[in-house]
C-alpha cells in the first residue's frame, strides 16, 4: 500500500491539541491523526450498524465530542 501525502490546516487551537495529543500518546502527529480516523471509522460504522453509542456526562459535552460531520462515510465507497 502506497501512501498518499496531504495538507492540512488546522487552527491554533487544533495544532495545540495535537501537540499536546502527540506528547501525552508519544506518537508523531501522523500517528495520531491515523488513530483518531480509525477511531472515528469504528464508531461511524457501528452507529451505521444500527448500535447505540453514549457518554457519560452531560448533553453539551457529547455534541461537543462528536462535533460537526459524525457519520461520514471514511471509506470512500458510498
Known amino acids: 500500500m502506497s501512501a498518499t501525502t496531504v495538507t492540512l490546516n488546522l487552527s491554533p487551537?487544533?495544532?495545540?491539541?495535537?501537540?499536546?495529543?502527540?506528547?501525552e500518546h508519544d506518537m508523531?502527529?501522523?500517528a495520531v491523526l491515523r488513530q483518531a480516523l480509525r477511531m472515528y471509522q469504528?464508531?461511524?460504522n457501528r452507529m451505521k450498524d444500527g448500535e447505540r453509542i453514549?457518554?457519560?456526562g452531560d448533553t453539551q459535552r457529547a455534541l461537543d465530542f462528536v462535533g460537526p460531520g459524525f457519520g461520514q462515510d471514511l471509506r470512500g465507497d458510498a
Open 28 to 30: 508523531s502527529k501522523t
Open 42 to 44: 469504528y464508531l461511524h
Open 54 to 56: 453514549t457518554l457519560s
Open 13 to 23: 487551537v487544533e495544532m495545540q491539541v495535537l501537540d499536546q495529543l502527540c506528547l
